[in-house]
């Protein structure tokens, strides 16, 4: 018999891997012997993936599986992964975001093979794209989903995010004080950020910026202040779990460039959770 040591259910012999965490089994111990210990506390998993597309879910637990790396998920739905025909074999119901997580030894295999799935190819390293180690990112609660976050300044922040989310569907996410809130629609984000007293409208630095995620800021700082960017404030670790630098553009639109460096729960920091945040 084999067992899941996190979930403690039990399988016949010759399952290898948790119907319901996707854990690896081990041998169930003798009567009387100590339980087995799960290989890694849930505290040191590393997030690797973030999906709500049910086929990319699917896609990438077989890949995990194929790659012999154990894997746990969070905010997953409802489930059939045995096809017992309550639902469509292994379909995922949830709507919302679906996180893969991994032993730390086994995230930067992971995160690389799931960079594939990604970019939409098959992970057989063919991919047609650049999509390398360079372009993985890890998932952080703390920051808003997308690759590029624009961020809009205004006089009151939360006068326009609740004129947003009623003019245009947005739904409020994470609230940073009074100067921030992040906003989400289907799988975009925006930022409303709070604008210098009585300079709204004066200059692009002041009343909008671009946020991109990206996998390694030092390296992508370095290529910038290469190229001539102006480079006004230089990588920098913050709380949040982010590592970022800013830049203006020659025609003197604000840029920040942001590494997840560490998943981080945005109430562990200040943050004001809304909705669509796991803690």
Known sequence: MMVCPRCKSEYRDGFTTCADCYGPLVAAPEPGAEPPAPAHEDGDLVPVFESSEPSLILMAKSVLEAAGIAFGTRGEGAEDPLGLGRFPARMNLVTGPVVFEVAPPDAKEAATLLADL????????ESSGSAGEE???????????????PELAYPDVREAAAWLCRAFGFRERLRIADHRIQLTLEDAS????????????DAPLTTHGVMVRVADAQAHHDR????????????????FGERQY??????????????????????????????GVES
Do not use: C, K
């Open 118 to 125: 990604r970019a939409g190819s098959e992970p057989d390293g």
């Open 135 to 149: 372009q993985v990112l890890l998932v952080n609660r703390s920051m808003p989903p997308g690759t590029i976050i």
């Open 190 to 201: 925006v930022v409303a950020i709070e604008a210098p007293p009585g300079q709204a409208g």
């Open 224 to 239: 910038a202040e290469g190229a001539g960017a102006r480079i006004t404030s230089p990588p920098t670790d913050y709380p």
């Open 246 to 275: 800013s830049a203006l553009d020659p025609a003197g639109h604000r840029w920040t460039f942001s590494e997840s460096i560490e998943d981080v729960d945005p109430e562990d920091w200040g943050g004001e959770v809304v909705e």
